[in-house]
């Protein structure tokens, strides 16, 4: 029975690929396509490293990847994890205090 009712109603289950993209998300959405299947449910887990590759940015933070972030969420139904590779405390940086 839920087959008929996806059949009968694919729209409501299924998110498909806006008309209209916004300008600044264009690009991006382009080369996500290219490298990842966009579609409902996909987690796409990447570093900052990694992800600065396949869309770039003026300011290197993942704070520039927010708008986009909600976008492929809202539109794609895609969610996109981005996390950094430095490592946080630096006990490194504090041993050669006296």
Known sequence: MLDRQVTNCPDVNEKTVPQRIPRRYREDIKRLQEKYDLHEGLVINVSLK???????????????????????????????????????????KTTDKP
């Open 50 to 92: 990694e992800f600065r590759g396949i869309c770039e940015r003026d300011y290197p933070k993942i704070e520039a990847y927010l708008g986009l972030k909600k976008y492929l969420l809202r539109t794609f139904g895609v969610t996109l994890n981005i996390y950094s590779q430095k490592t946080k405390g630096g006990s490194d």
